[in-house]
């Protein structure tokens, strides 16, 4: 059974540091990894898709990278900003559909 | 704007009740899914569909009824047998089959027993 887990569970760093997030499952038969942003109380925002055969993808501030062979991802986001603080949620896509399973998330917390 | 509608966006039950959860979405996507989010934990499949008259059973289907009599919309029915369902609702939709199957979210919808 596959299974994703987040660490660490809460994160807490001044503006300005560079951070890594990671991220690891069990059962490298993925067919793709998301990240997410969930603000307090609200849906998640999709933030980064790797397909399985891709080893990164970047969007402005944010790289993710996926190895697949070792179960791992990890979200580095550059000059973190207060705003950037919210939960950061992976999962992974385990067949051709869109059923996702995720961990349990990271609480990001950046100070000014 | 194309995206994905819940509604209400806090619901609340009484023991025994049953109430349901809208979620309508005008991306076209053939597949549509319902997670419970509890504090603290990752998000757990409820049920998910493929496609119209169609559904599965998620991880924690027990309590729960869904309907796809329509691509854009897929309520979820919180029944009475439901024991525990106070929880964050979210429901999200995406292309079935393709590499770039990118889910996306809806805002929520959050349910307390009274």
């Known amino acids: 059974k596959q299974e994703v887990t987040q660490i660490p569970a809460a994160l807490s760093v001044p503006e300005g540091e560079n951070l890594v997030l990671n991220c690891s499952f069990t059962?490298?038969?993925?067919?793709?990894l998301q990240w997410f942003r969930q603000d307090p109380g609200k849906g998640l925002t999709s933030l980064l898709l790797?397909?399985?055969?891709?080893r990164e993808q970047t969007s402005g501030r944010l790289n993710a990278s996926l190895d697949k062979s070792s179960g791992r991802s990890t979200l580095y986001i550059a000059a973190s900003q207060p705003g950037d603080s919210a939960t950061y949620l992976c999962a992974v896509t385990i067949n051709q559909g869109g059923k996702l399973i995720f961990g349990q998330g990271t609480e990001l917390s950046v100070k000014p | 704007d194309g995206g994905i509608t819940q509604s209400p966006k806090y619901l609340f039950r009484k023991e025994g009740q049953n109430v349901t959860l809208s979620c309508e979405q005008n991306?076209?996507?053939?597949?549509m899914y319902w997670y419970r989010q509890d504090p603290g934990q990752g998000l757990r499949l409820i049920y998910y569909?493929?496609?119209?008259?169609?559904?599965q059973k998620g991880d924690i289907a027990e309590g729960y009824s869904v309907s796809r009599e329509k691509k854009e919309s897929f309520p979820l029915t919180v029944t009475s047998a439901q024991k525990n369902p106070t929880a964050f609702y979210l429901c999200?939709?995406?292309?079935?089959?393709?590499?770039?199957?990118?889910?996306?979210f809806g805002q929520g919808t959050r349910l307390t027993v009274v």
């Open positions: 790797i397909q399985s055969s891709q």
């Open positions: 059962d490298s038969a993925i067919y793709n």
């Open positions: 569909s493929q496609i119209v008259n169609d559904f």
């Open positions: 999200a939709s995406s292309v079935w089959g393709s590499v770039n199957t990118e889910a996306f």
């Open positions: 991306l076209n996507h053939d597949a």
